[in-house]
């Protein structure tokens, strides 16, 4: 077996160190549920000894005299049995539900406070797989597992007390014979580990093979790929075939073996223990327990052996969850500004003040990554309220940068992004949010009804500046078609909707804001031109004397912007007004005769 | 009430199906299980032997062959006897332990294929009819119900069987009383065990939902990320989070509470059970109705059956829940499959397309409506139109993804109902707006549809698409792997991409539904410069809404609400000042002066 093999299956504290705050204050149920599984495992050991001393006192002498006693006190073992299994019962159920639910708390906080950047380079499914799979598994182990991993040392411990207690000689066996289980299932369980993982890899392709042909089957279709694709599935399919055969064969040798070990131990204690009481030096019953304990023992060695893996196998669960918990945002507001703004949850606007919409950059340097390219270099621009900025270029020019700096999602490495003549940094990011109004390229709405999705742009916002707004893009028009008009829902993430639809909604949603910065991010690329341009027409009377940003690759989206600026390669090679840039025959001017140019091809 | 029968054969037809690639494993694994059932209630009964025999010293009934032993002899047997069958039962249970899971890896293998093929093969309506979402859900999480449902509960529910009946049996031949207070509680646990689980199967479905409803805040929190954040409403959603978060705490505890009690009652009749075996036993015991050997064979017996009958109640509750499981795949399995025409005719696929007076409904909505044209062979043909005009149509049409309702499309004279889809899609390559890469290198997608190009080809694929400079800034160039495990392109790279996949099959006839949609002005002219010249002698078809991308056609038709309004060259569009004249002032790509003036498409 391979170093890192080892290293992988090993048992770390670490991460459960740190997971520990979050369950912190349910600790009065962790240690009810450890200490009534702590004591079961005791009365469970003892019940074979109920079992000896049946046969030792009624059955072997042949009278039932005590035996009502006997009775009874079986029947307080079962009362206490019951209580205590209530107890745990409860302790486990709420620990696990209400850890789960802290954990998952705690994960979606994190996330509303991480910045933009984590956004964009983790997957929301990632995200979301953290935050509500793999804090359900850490709940149900710290509640199930952990105590029932201490039952069982509590079990085997007691057992082997009760036996050596029993009969010294007797134990030997079982005692000698323990280490080889031991042995066995620590071998056994590593190769198991290994093979389950490959299992489990091999089952996330077949996955990944549904998804990818499913969601490309209109594209295979069209270029007759389906019998190529379902021949690759099959030797997928067969692989994981062979993965879970594997594995398979490793777990049937293992388990029947240790069972196996249990019978052999059974059969040793019969003779041994026979012959023990033909001498007279132990009696019938004690045979008995003995017997019993000897089936069962090493069941409870595998079964610890399987508990344990488990809790080792989700250990890289745990630091999936430790590891969105503690993950820092970039972009933090600093203590002073908190103290007198609030963060994002609890916001002090009373002490908010008006913003005017002037927005500056002073000597902006910016790169993305650590080392990475540089995107500004001592960038100064003066933008008073009211401007409209067009920022125009390639596709993945880097068009973005300047409005990811505005909206604060990013911080310049270098030099002062200013708002109303103050750094954006010396007042707090939920202020400056409150006075943007976005409208993304791809539309994200919530679920929910029209009418609420209009009003999450300002949720104190009165019913006639809702139907305003709606009227002022276009969205009466949906919703006259739609059963409930404004009230009907739109599914989840608008699915309902088309995307024409969802986007207009967002431009109503933007508006109602009142917002004194406007960024369009491509806002009208995935809508016809019709529309297009009633959306333009819309904005620019509603967003007079706002601050505007619009992205956009269209130019005659741009011509009309006080300013442009236009972005190569992430760089700002050109600003100016349409007619200056025009005059000027840079980089504008190409783009904007490309069109022109080949038509006097033809 | 007949059809519903028709609808449980099917449902049996399709698990009977594909347990037949496993039969094989599945008999030997279940005869494993029956020795090994029979094989552990033999080693109580060596050990009730032995206390009888041996220890006690009772010798009545003994066979022969044992009688002449002494009594350490019959102890020595007896553990021979034992040792023998641990041995035997240790080699019945790894038969049993392999065989059972090997065949429910046939099995699930079987029915995965049989999805997944099934799926390739339903025509393109069906995909644009069904969301993706659903389908896969469907093959997975409906997939794993069904394998559980053989694999573990019907395997579960058949030795729990065979435990029941071989223990019935052995107990009834040892004492009937004792036996009739052991398996009078029997009916209680599965009836408790039942009672239960018919309770809380609707508390679970509540707290799905309670789960799903969260999971969904969540998704769109962190889809709308940035809406979220524009807008400053962290706090919001964090109470909107709060909100589903506790309801779905609520409803779990609650049905935790009665699992709770559930478990515990069931704990507390099991152990009741096993009393009264020791209260009757001891009695009957001491009076001399059974031998000590016996009653601790029992009480042995007694303890192995609680687990599985207890679980029986599960397994019952839990099998009556994948008929729905198993519903939700017949949706898929019996939607039909294209049909292929029995005696296909081939056509000269570079000669002449004709669209003879087509008409087309999507969902009784007319899409295209009486449109005609024809395209010699070798030309280019752009078709303009807004979202919802029909001009996508065109292009499945064409391809045979759909079929007309009305009128006739020939390609070189052969109607294309008379040829097989396979072939003609594979001859018509047809660019989608949103293409999708495949999870594997940017060289292995452009050469997906052409097995045995040559890595000059695709270079001169990827560079007549303008995607060669944007490969060039991969660190692994040509062996990067795009998609859901690698790198995400850009929609402008996807759709190059995707363009020069299907340059690269040298496809007679080349349809680009807005593929270049994504694509900024700049690459959109290079590209559209390059496209008559690598297509070759390819019949070409550019559908889009942006004039720039279709002045350059020989012909161009303008579609409306499925019908074509206008059509003739970029020069006489503009020229007759309609829709074409319009949209392209509109579009700024005609129409004003370099200097900034206006200058109106009529001068």
């Given at each position: 077996m391979s170093e890192k093999a080892n290293e992988k299956a090993s048992f770390s504290l670490k991460p459960w160190k740190q997971i520990w705050p979050a369950i912190r204050q349910h600790r009065w149920l962790f240690i009810g549920a450890v200490a009534t599984d702590v004591i079961m495992a005791g009365i469970d050991a003892y019940i074979p000894l109920m079992q000896s001393e049946v046969v030792d006192s009624f059955l072997t002498p042949g009278s039932t005299a005590g035996f009502g006693a006997y009775v009874l006190k079986y029947l307080l073992v079962i009362a206490i049995e019951m209580v205590l299994l209530r107890i745990y019962f409860a302790c486990c159920m709420h620990l696990e539900i209400k850890g789960g639910r802290d954990l998952k708390e705690a994960c979606f906080v994190n996330l509303q406070r991480l910045s933009i950047d984590y956004h964009n380079t983790t997957s929301a499914g990632h995200s979301l797989s953290r935050t509500m799979s793999d804090t359900d598994r850490i709940a149900a182990m710290i509640a199930w597992f952990v105590p029932d991993i201490l039952w069982g040392f509590g079990y085997i411990f007691s057992a082997f007390f009760q036996m050596a207690r029993l009969s010294g000689r007797l134990a030997v066996t079982m005692i000698l014979l323990a280490p080889i289980v031991t042995v066995l299932t620590v071998y056994f369980q590593k190769k198991l580990i290994e093979l389950n993982r490959a299992v489990r890899a091999e089952h996330s392709k077949i996955t990944a093979s549904y998804n990818e042909g499913i969601m490309g089957a209109k594209t295979s279709k069209t270029m007759a790929l389906e019998e190529k694709l379902s021949g690759e599935f099959r030797e997928t399919t067969a692989r994981a075939a062979q993965a879970g055969i594997r594995h398979a064969h490793m777990r049937a040798l293992y388990v029947p073996m240790v069972v196996c070990c249990g019978s052999l131990a059974a059969s040793a204690t019969l003779f041994q223990g026979g012959g023990m009481v033909l001498d007279g030096e132990i009696t019938l019953g004690v045979l008995s327990a003995f017997t019993t304990y000897s089936l069962s023992l090493f069941q409870s060695f595998r079964m610890q052996a399987a508990r344990i893996s488990h809790l080792i196998s989700q250990q890289a669960c745990v630091e999936r969850v430790t590891g969105l918990i503690d993950e820092k945002p970039t972009v933090t507001d600093r203590p002073d500004v908190i103290e007198k703004y609030?963060?994002?949850?609890?916001?002090?606007?009373?002490n908010w003040e008006e913003m005017r919409g002037d927005v500056e950059f002073e000597d902006v340097s910016f790169h993305y990554v650590e080392g990475g390219e540089e995107v500004l270099e001592h960038f100064s621009l003066k933008i008073p309220a009211g401007t409209t900025v067009a920022i125009v270029g390639e596709t993945g020019a880097g068009k973005s940068t300047l409005v990811n700096l505005v909206c604060r999602f990013f911080e310049p490495t270098d030099g002062r992004v200013l708002i109303d003549g103050r750094d954006v940094q010396d007042r707090s990011q939920l202020w400056l949010h409150s006075h943007i109004g976005y409208v993304l390229q791809e539309p994200q709405l919530f679920s929910g009804t029209i009418r609420e999705n209009i009003l999450y742009g300002r949720p104190d916002a009165a019913q006639e500046d809702v139907l305003a707004a709606a009227k002022a893009v276009g969205v009466d028009r949906v919703a006259a078609k739609l059963p409930d008009g404004y009230d009907t829902d739109v599914g989840e993430s608008g699915d309902k909707l088309s995307t024409g639809e969802k986007q207009l909604i967002s431009f109503a949603r933007a508006i109602i804001a009142k917002p004194k910065i406007f960024v369009l991010d491509e806002a009208t690329s995935s809508v016809d031109t019709q529309t297009e341009h009633m959306l333009q027409k819309a904005t620019q009377t509603l967003m007079r004397g706002t601050t505007s940003f619009v992205i956009a690759h269209r130019l005659s989206t741009i011509r009309q912007a006080d300013l442009i600026l236009v972005i190569d390669h992430g760089k700002i090679v050109e600003q100016g007004t349409h007619e200056e840039l025009l005059k000027k025959q840079g980089a504008y001017y190409a783009l904007y005769t490309t069109q022109l140019k080949a038509q006097e091809k033809k | 009430m007949k059809k519903k029968q028709s609808n449980f054969r099917e449902k049996v037809q399709l698990l009977t199906r594909h347990l037949y690639p496993a039969r094989k494993a599945f008999a030997l694994g279940i005869s494993a299980a029956l020795a090994s059932t029979v094989l552990n209630a033999l080693f109580t009964q060596i050990i009730r032997f032995t206390i009888d025999t041996a220890l006690i010293g009772d010798q009545t009934g003994l066979p022969g062959f044992l009688s002449a032993l002494s009594v350490r002899g019959l102890l020595a047997a007896a553990c021979v006897a034992a040792v023998t069958v641990s041995l035997l039962r240790f080699a019945v249970s790894y038969v049993q332990d392999v065989s059972l899971p090997r065949g429910s890896e046939q099995f699930v293998k079987s029915l995965r294929d049989t999805l997944y093929t099934h799926i390739q093969r339903l025509p393109y309506s069906w995909h644009v009819k069904n969301p993706t979402g659903d389908i896969i859900q469907r093959c997975t999480s409906d997939v794993e119900k069904v394998r559980a449902f053989i694999a573990e509960q019907m395997l579960e529910l058949l030795t729990t069987m065979f435990l029941m009946t071989v223990y019935t049996v052995i107990m009834f031949t040892m004492d009937v009383k004792i036996s009739l207070v052991a398996f009078g509680f029997v009916p209680l646990i599965l009836l408790q065990s039942a009672v239960y689980h018919k309770r809380i199967e609707k508390s679970f479905t509540e707290a799905d939902e309670a789960e799903g409803a969260l999971s969904s805040v969540v998704q769109e929190n962190l889809t709308g990320v940035r809406v979220v954040r524009a807008f400053g409403r962290e706090r919001s959603e964090l109470n909107k989070f709060r909100e589903k978060n506790e309801r779905y705490c609520d409803l779990w505890l609650r049905l935790g509470a009665t699992m709770s009690t559930f478990w515990t009652m069931g704990d507390a009749l099991s152990m009741l059970q096993i009393l009264s075996v020791i209260v009757l036993g001891v009695n009957m015991c001491v009076r001399g109705d059974v031998s000590l050997g016996t009653y601790l064979a029992f009480v042995s017996y007694t303890r192995s059956l609680t687990w599985p009958v207890r679980g029986l109640g599960r397994v019952i509750s839990e099998m009556s829940k994948v008929g729905v499981s198993i519903d939700r795949l017949l949706y898929i399995l019996k939607s039909e499959e294209e049909i292929v025409p029995d005696s296909p005719k081939t056509c000269d696929l570079h000669g002449e397309i004709r669209f003879d007076n087509v008409s087309f409904a999507y969902e009784e909505k007319k899409v295209l409506d009486g449109v005609s044209f024809t395209l010699p062979g070798g030309k280019t043909l752009g078709i303009l139109g807004e979202t919802?005009?029909?001009?996508?149509t065109v292009a499945l049409l064409l391809a045979r993804l759909y079929d007309a309702d009305e009128g006739r499309i020939t390609i070189g004279g052969v109607d294309v109902r008379d040829m097989d889809q396979h072939e003609l899609r594979k001859r018509v390559g047809v660019v989608l707006q949103e293409p999708f890469l495949f999870s594997r290198t940017i060289e292995e997608n452009i050469a997906i549809a052409s097995a045995g190009a040559g890595k000059e080809d695709i270079a001169q694929a990827a560079k007549d698409a303008c995607l060669d400079s944007a490969i060039g800034e991969f660190k692994e160039g040509y062996e990067t792997v795009v998609g859901e495990r690698g790198v995400t392109l850009s929609g402008g790279q996807k759709q190059r991409t995707a363009i020069a996949r299907t340059l690269l099959t040298k496809a007679p006839i080349m349809v680009f539904d807005d593929a270049l949609s994504a694509v900024d002005a700049k690459t959109d002219e290079a590209i559209r410069t390059r496209l008559r010249e690598a297509a070759g002698d390819s019949t070409l078809i550019l559908i889009a809404h942006r004039v720039s991308t279709l002045m350059q056609a020989d012909e161009i038709i303008v579609l409306e609400h499925g019908k074509i309004i206008e059509r003739g060259d970029h020069a006489s569009l503009m020229e007759k000042n309609g829709v074409y004249a319009r949209v392209a002032k509109m579009q700024g790509a005609?129409?004003?002066a370099i200097d900034g003036g206006e200058v109106s498409a009529d001068e």
């Open positions: 609030g963060d994002c949850f609890e916001p002090k606007k009373e | 919802g005009s029909g001009k996508s005609a129409g004003e």
